[in-house]
């Protein structure tokens, strides 16, 4: 996929920090237990992809760590603070948090320029000027800039999720969460997507990613982790993962997903 | 065996596209007179409106009186238009003394220069100009027509009247319902319930009476429960009747609006770290907005038209002054003349108000889907 492959977590110096952290993490939604004791340590550059058959709960895992979602049990804790329910709290910790959406949830009336400027001028107070600036180097990154005057609904799907990570990646976040951010996109344009997810890991990004693409779990990813029933059933580097899957339903999950 | 195999070597040209109408005959052809039947329906329409046509026209304009001063110069035997020229004044004005009348005028020029400023596209300085029309403008008006400083006389409200007390009322009633009927939309969308219950019964209460029981509580009611000192300005207590009455139903159009707007793009923008009212703002509003463009529009209208109501607490509307001018004693007999002006000028307010409406909806539009 990429010219040079991408170095896996045991050749990979990786820093000690933790960047994110789930701690005995439970969340019923009514009387459905979708979390059941979920336990992740994300540390600092690193790259972690979340699999498991639909419903098993990878997007609502992901999306309590900022807290689009209230977990009811457990401790979250994203660079250092932990969440809870002080509203100052959460808009630090999403501050410091991006995300990248299935349906990329771009903001149609806006321009892409303006998409990706809105939350550097009024929640980090960037002066327009600087915003655009720094927008402009951000939509270069991912191929788009030529596009920066137009409207979301004037773009292909896989350009407007290269704007979503884009705007994204404009409020200079510690950390990306991607929730099946190809899974929405016809074949030809997943790999211009991916490709931008990939040089993102190898400037250092911490990432968890929930997708099927196993291909990118493979070049990219220091841990697979996968999950069903709410539960975290195995994790891995990528190779064990992929070659000698431990429990029984890993493998029937990648029998599965691997076939076609 | 035969080939299957096809390849295409030279690639097509760009071509303009086709010319998509083919002329008024084309279409008249296509569309009025495509078989028999079409066309014996066409004939029979045209028909119908020439019968219906031709005496109007006829007594509006060909066998109508224009010019006099008197009943005396109607002698055509269609409309009689010189009452309404006649009272034309007092129908724009009331009898807002003749002397102060430019001050009304000013007002009003100075409303439609600003906000033809904010309609044409292309001119700088918008949101200064639209934050004149909404923070420094009703300041400006309220001295400009009331008077009292500035060497300004006092002209009392119950001397205004006629289509320029129908303006302000709807003016008014409009631009004040809008900002609180988001804040009660966004109450009753609220999750705090204190809120969330008040706003609810807000809105059921007010959309529940009639404006008319509405209008009577205000000018009766009020000034019997309120101490003699406290009691203010019947034009007053009229209008904030009106704007509440109305930020009910704006708010029920701004819910509309703000369903339609998917959940994801609230999940982008908390994503993103904007906290609720930037959320609102930036992205929720301006989107419902352009969603709530016709039913803002529909209220306005609406509401234009109810302001007829305020004749029933003795304030001077256009409605009211024309009626009020049909029982002159030199004038009897001229009320379907009196009615066709209120009629056209009500239409001519309404329809331009709609065709607005419709361009500010094409104006928004930015490409497909609200993903
Ligand atoms: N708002 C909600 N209310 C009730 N149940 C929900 C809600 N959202 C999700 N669920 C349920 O929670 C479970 C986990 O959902 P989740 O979206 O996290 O699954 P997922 O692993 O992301 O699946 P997919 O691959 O289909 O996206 C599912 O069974 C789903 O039906
Ligand atoms: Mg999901």
Redesign the pocket.
Known sequence: MTTNTTNSAAARELNDELMVELRGVNKW??Q?H?LKDVNLEVRKGERIVIC?P????????IRCINRLEEHQKGDIIVGGTTLNNDLKNIETIRREVGMVFQHFNLFPHLTVLENCCLAPIWVRKIPRKEAEAMAMKYLERVKIQDQALKFPGQLSGGQQQRVAIARSLCMNPQVMLFD?PTSALDPEMIKEVLDVMIELAQEGMTMIC?THEMGFAKTVADRVIF?DKGQIIEENDPHNFFNHPQSERTQLFLSQILQH | MSNLSKVRHDMLPNLPPPASSVGVIGWMRANLFSNITNSVLTLFALYLLYILLTPTISWVFINSDWTGSSRDACTSGGACWVFVANRFDQFMYGFYPEAEIWRINLTFLLLVAQVLWLMLPNLPYKGMVAAVVLLVFPILAYFLLYGGSFGLEVVETHKWGGLSLTLVLAIVGIVAALPFGVLLALGRRSEMPIVKSFCVVYIEFWRGIPLITVLFMASVMLPLFVPEEMNFDKLLRAMIGIVMFQSAYMAEVVRGGLQAIPKGQYEAAQALGLNYWKMMVFVVLPQALKLMIPGIVNTFIALFKDTSLVLIIGLFDLLAIVQAGLTDPKWLGFSVEGYAFVAFVFWVFCFGMSKYSQHLENRFHTGHGSR
């Open positions: 939604y009514g459905f979708v498991g639909s419903g098993s709960g990878k997007s609502t895992t099946e929930v999950m």
